[in-house]
């Protein structure tokens, strides 16, 4: 029975008493780049901004249908550059506020509400305010700015279906509220007084998951109103082309379609918005009336507030500085950003196929497995088990209606989630799951990209392309890392068969869950290309990001680490323990300094980049080489740079990926890591704060204490757990699921000791 009594709960008590952690979340962490050189490699390309966490600072809820969120960058007129972002931090001016129609990772929401006083113009030309950064503020479910060009405050909140936004206008006979549609254009309506709406266009239906259909409802009528659109045709004339402004029209259809709606104000005087989509008009209004049928800005706020309260407490911590406290609740926060809540149980919602159908349970948009897969769907299987539960439900009924499991960007890990919630005791109808999981892995005609090269040849060659560029060429297989990615995928389909009783498929992916070593060259050391004939690719630089040229989004170096399934195997292939570590301390030491740019490698250690997915596990891989004291030290290291480190100290390492590299800083603030999210094991690192507790979704206290603990003081000098000595740099999750107390005893110099025998390594595939 765990050991976790009336101390723990003791401590829990008093940190609720201080400063809230909702209070103490920042959603404006992510929204910025890093600045130093040393830490952003060579990007950005000349002539882009350099990657930022491209999160929101908006108004939402936890996994939010809904987002209100600020919009000051015009993405339609912009060069492309990552996914497209409608916010980033140092743009100093803003272009309006969006709620809903779409979510705002890769600017998909629409419509665009703009408050302007004076003279206005046609998006998308919008009309830009200035704004002034210490009156920009952001809370859970809470946005605020002061535009100084209109001296107006724009405020924004939220529910799950619907956003409320709120104008504080100066006094004036031309204030006015500017609504378009984007790019892709639609239909926009003026009914009375007190009413816009519209339907967007758009390619896909994911795109629009909670309803191409808009109703905005206004608390002040206009006193007067128009139509414009962006003229059809090609007629630029000088600029973008011309416009179609009509006043006092009712009804316009094209690109940009909108309405303006003219207001005189008193000073100090709110006009309020508030937004619904569904699938019809009806749906709209529907939730509007359900969720948000008043003008209480406050109390919704309030709600807001108390929604992510419930959620940010479940972890309390004490100890560390102010500003680690603040990213920690910030980092948590940002963490929630994906799934996205398409339905609740009973509402509608349009399914794979664009078809509407009333949800039976309450179902999710797609997870982003690439990305979120890898560490942050284990934290919601710690703190949400049942929405993961919902979660896995909503993929199986996906997979359902397309023939196939999601896949995301690259590789093929929807089974990490599969197995990784098996494991930690999150029923399910794992048989149900695993003939699609199966079907991904074994059907050439599936999300597998080149399936039947690599099961034919257990590799797949790439192709070199003239001059052998480094980035920018998108245009390869990325087979060296598409082969490990499978292998990987592999491992934990291998398992997951056995577990179910399927013999002949676990021998099956067991033996191709070995096929990351086609790809490892021992001459060199480093996982390589090969072409069709089996010939290693040359030349090879190891240190160039390839971005898709033998590698995905990075350099040979960081590749050479993705086989978390078999960390043993790889120091196996490395020539032993003393070789492994040899490597790793050169890929953390070595200066990067490549010819091409990978636009989102930022954030970076030596070889090491923080700011992209395929090593951000590779600090802690020293804990199966037996030094995890160098894991304590980088990790610590990491916490430290990498976030918040700029002036506005918002700053992240790349793109945060909804959710992914927040929930690395969660994880290793809180001492702990999934190397693998398939596996049961987490890796120790070096733990932040004095003291953590979390509670897990089944009720139980994780609570983990860092004795002795200070900057300095960040090398582990001893362990226990639930009372009993632990020399092991890992635990599983068996030994912590019906709460526990980790207690580490922490010192300013290594114990090269403790956790170093390869009796204490973590499991591996492979034996020594």
């Known amino acids: 029975m765990a050991l976790i009594g009336t101390a723990a709960l003791a401590a829990w008590?008093?940190?609720?008493?201080?400063q809230a952690p909702v209070d103490r979340a920042n959603p404006l962490v992510g929204t910025a780049p890093l600045d130093r050189s040393e830490w952003i490699g060579n990007a950005p390309p000349a002539g882009e901004p350099l990657y930022s966490g491209m999160t929101s600072p908006?108004?939402?809820?936890?996994?939010?249908?809904?987002?209100?969120?600020?919009?000051?960058?015009?993405?339609?007129?912009?060069?492309?550059?990552?996914?497209?972002?409608?916010?980033?931090?140092?743009?100093?001016?803003?272009?309006?506020?969006?709620?809903?129609?779409?979510?705002?990772?890769?600017?998909?929401?629409?419509?665009?509400?703009?408050?302007?006083?004076?003279?206005?113009?046609?998006?998308?030309?919008?009309?830009?305010?200035?704004?002034?950064?210490?009156?920009?503020?952001?809370?859970?479910?809470?946005?605020?700015?002061?535009?100084?060009?209109?001296?107006?405050?724009?405020?924004l909140t939220a529910t799950q279906w619907t956003s409320l936004m709120r104008f504080t206008f100066p006094e004036t006979r031309r204030a006015h509220l500017i609504l378009n549609l984007s790019g892709r254009g639609g239909a926009v309506e003026v009914v009375g007084d007190h009413v816009v709406r519209g339907i967007a266009a758009g390619p896909r239906e994911e795109d629009v998951r909670d309803g191409r259909y808009f109703v905005a409802e206004f608390s002040k009528p206009f006193a007067a109103h128009g139509t414009f659109r962006k003229a059809p045709g090609d007629n630029r004339g000088y600029g973008i082309g011309d416009k179609d402004v009509q006043p006092g029209a009712e009804r316009i259809e094209g690109k940009f379609a909108g309405a303006y709606l003219d207001f005189a104000t008193r000073k100090g005087e709110a006009v309020l918005v508030k937004i619904a989509h569904g699938t019809s008009y009806a749906e709209a209004e529907q939730r509007l009336r359900a969720e948000n049928s008043g003008w209480d800005f406050d109390g919704v706020r309030s709600k807001a507030r108390a929604a992510w309260a419930g959620l940010l407490d479940r972890v309390q911590v004490s100890g560390g500085t102010p500003k680690q406290q603040m990213l920690f609740y910030s980092t948590l926060f940002q963490s929630f950003a994906s799934p996205r809540l398409v339905a609740r149980k009973g509402e509608r919602f349009s399914d794979a196929k664009g078809q509407v159908q009333t949800a039976s349970y309450d179902r999710y948009g797609p997870v982003p497995f690439w990305d979120t897969g890898r560490n942050q769907i284990v934290l919601l299987e710690l703190m949400e088990p049942e929405v993961v539960g919902d979660i896995m439900r909503s993929e199986l009924d996906m997979a359902r209606e397309r023939g196939f499991m999601n896949t995301s960007f690259h590789g093929d890990n929807a089974v990490f989630l599969y197995l990784g919630a098996m494991k930690r005791g999150i029923p399910f109808d794992y048989a149900a799951a695993y003939e699609y999981l199966r079907r991904n892995a074994t059907d050439p005609r599936g999300p597998r990209d080149y399936l039947a090269e690599y099961d034919r040849q257990g590799w797949i060659a790439d192709e070199v392309p003239p001059g052998n560029p480094s980035p920018p060429y998108a245009g390869?297989?990325?087979?060296?890392?598409?082969?490990?990615?499978?292998?990987?995928?592999d491992a934990a389909m291998a398992e997951l068969a056995a577990r179910l009783g399927h013999k002949a498929d676990a021998a099956r992916f067991a033996r191709r869950a070995m096929n990351y070593r086609n790809v490892f060259d021992p001459a060199i050391g480093f996982v390589r290309g090969r072409t069709a004939d089996g010939k290693w690719i040359t030349p090879f630089d190891p240190a160039e990001p390839y971005y898709n040229f033998m590698m995905k989004e990075a350099s040979g170096w960081s590749t050479l680490w993705l086989a978390p399934q078999d960390v043993q195997g790889m120091i196996n292939e490395l020539g032993g323990r003393a070789a492994f570590n040899a490597k790793l301390d050169a890929f953390f030491a070595m200066p990067y300094a490549p010819k091409g740019i990978c636009r989102d490698c930022t954030g970076v250690i030596g070889q090491f980049v923080q700011g992209n997915q395929p090593d951000q596990h590779a600090p802690y891989l020293y804990a199966w080489s037996g030094q995890p004291w160098k894991t304590q030290a980088l990790v610590r290291q990491v916490l430290d740079q990498l976030y918040g480190s700029d002036a506005s100290g918002y700053g992240y390492p790349g793109m945060d990926d909804q959710g992914a590299t927040s929930s690395w800083y969660v994880l290793s603030a809180l001492g702990f890591y999934p190397v693998d999210p398939s596996s049961d094991v987490y890796v120790l690192g070096s733990p932040i704060f004095d003291r953590a507790t979390l509670r897990m979704g089944n009720g139980k206290l994780l609570e983990i204490v860092a004795r002795n603990n200070s900057a300095a003081n960040r090398y582990i000098q001893s362990a226990t757990l639930n009372g009993r000595p632990w020399t092991r740099p890992w635990?599983?999750?068996?030994?912590?699921?019906?709460?526990?107390?980790?207690?580490?005893?922490?010192?300013?110099?290594?114990?090269?000791?403790?956790?170093?025998?390869?009796?204490?390594?973590?499991?591996?595939?492979?034996?020594?």
């Open 58 to 155: 908006g108004a939402r809820l936890p996994h939010s249908s809904v987002e209100a969120a600020p919009v000051n960058v015009n993405v339609e007129l912009s060069y492309p550059w990552g996914v497209p972002t409608p916010y980033y931090y140092t743009n100093p001016t803003m272009i309006g506020f969006t709620g809903g129609g779409g979510p705002t990772y890769g600017a998909r929401a629409q419509p665009i509400l703009m408050p302007v006083v004076g003279d206005w113009t046609v998006p998308p030309v919008y009309t830009e305010a200035w704004y002034d950064k210490a009156q920009e503020t952001a809370a859970p479910g809470y946005y605020s700015v002061f535009l100084n060009s209109f001296r107006t405050r724009a405020e």
């Open 731 to 768: 635990f599983r999750h068996a030994d912590v699921a019906n709460g526990a107390r980790l207690v580490l005893t922490m010192g300013p110099k290594p114990n090269t000791a403790w956790g170093s025998s390869p009796a204490d390594a973590p499991p591996s595939l492979s034996r020594p």
């Open 476 to 489: 390869g297989k990325a087979g060296a890392a598409t082969t490990l990615e499978y292998a990987w995928d």
């Open 13 to 18: 008590a008093p940190a609720a008493r201080a």
